[in-house]
Nanobody, 114 residues
Framework: QVQLVESGGGLVQPGGSLRLSCTASISAFRINAMGWFRQTPGRQRDLVAIITNSGNTNYANSVKGRFTISRDNAKNTVYLQMNSLKPEDTDIYYC????????WGQGTQVTVSS
């Protein structure tokens, strides 16, 4: 049973920063890519950022230049550093691991509000 444990969400003022972390209980050699998606209840889940085994990254246009994804393969952990946060970044953020299938974390709430 693969588990993804997320942490780091919360409430922050506009312009502030948060860092999300996600640790996967799966061998690194089985992972193709790790990333983050976000979703508003009732809407589709959208890609925020993803990083492959080779270190290639892809970001949603709305977060480019503000968010940075990174990965510690030794710890099977992916991070999302979120800077210059905006109210429209408010959402539930889900960790994603691509392996033999897609795995998802339980979601962590990020709220950007004054």
């Amino acid at each position: 049973q693969v588990q993804l444990v997320e942490s780091g969400g919360g409430l922050v003022q506009p312009g502030g920063s948060l860092r999300l972390s996600c640790t996967a209980s799966i061998s690194a050699f089985r992972i193709n890519a790790m990333g983050w998606f976000r979703q508003t209840p009732g809407r589709q889940r959208d890609l925020v950022a993803i990083i492959t085994n080779s270190g290639n990254t892809n970001y949603a246009n709305s977060v480019k230049g503000r968010f940075t994804i990174s990965r510690d393969n030794a710890k099977n952990t992916v991070y999302l550093q979120m800077n210059s946060l905006k109210p429209e970044d408010t959402d539930i953020y889900y960790c994603h691991v691509s392996s033999d299938r897609a795995y998802w974390g339980q979601g962590t709430q990020v709220t950007v509000s004054s």
